[in-house]
């Protein structure tokens, strides 16, 4: 017998299938679309959004069913190529680009610590704040790349003028300490030329940055440090 090919579906009845839809729901299924790269589906749920007069910027900034927002999934998206067709594509359509989880994490907090330099240059461009911080360890975006060692993310985020001595809660370590810690020798320069402080100690064990290279034996950090 002959196959049937599938019918493709239209705008209108795009439009009617998401009528019914929750805007939690209607959240998951566009930050779904958006952590998988698909910015055809994308697409057609913002139109059919838009069509049944739901209120846009509710679902943007609605977490879904144990979801996050969808430009924080966008911001994190598995598919590199569509990672900012994603991001650009919810910020056109009027995504707060400084929205939070509850925990206080924006989307560029997000793209830093996950190395996705393309998404970070595109929501420091669009006026993602570089300032904001987790909320209960005051983590902040330029601390994940130092940590990570993302030299690429770093550079942005100092010279969109991110705090270089900003300091963990629970820890007091600075993106200075933890890039030492860590042996991110490159990093540890890109830092000091940004002015940051080489003083600053961790609240419980008072070690410095130079310490915790010592500690760890990182050598090239300690040359760096201690030229």
Known sequence: SAVVAPRAVDA???ARSVATLSARHAASLLSIAAKHGSTGV??????????????LPQVLAMYGN???????HAADGAVDSARVDAVDMLLDHKASVNATTPGGCTALWKAANEGHANAVRTLIDRGASVSKVQSKTTISALYNG???????????????????????KTTGATPLYT???????????????????????TTKTHSSPLYIAAQNGRMEAIHTLAP
């Open 42 to 55: 994308m697409r057609r749920l913002l139109e059919a959004f838009e069509a049944t007069g739901k209120k």
């Open 12 to 14: 209108e009845q795009a």
């Open 66 to 72: 144990g979801y996050h927002f969808p430009l924080f």
């Open 179 to 201: 890039s030492a810690e860590n042996g991110h020798a490159d990093i540890l320069q890109m830092l000091l030329t940004a002015k940051a402080s080489v003083n600053e100690v």
């Open 146 to 168: 130092c940590y990570r060692g993302h030299t690429d993310i770093v550079d942005m985020l100092i010279q969109a003028k991110a705090d270089v001595n900003t300091k963990r």
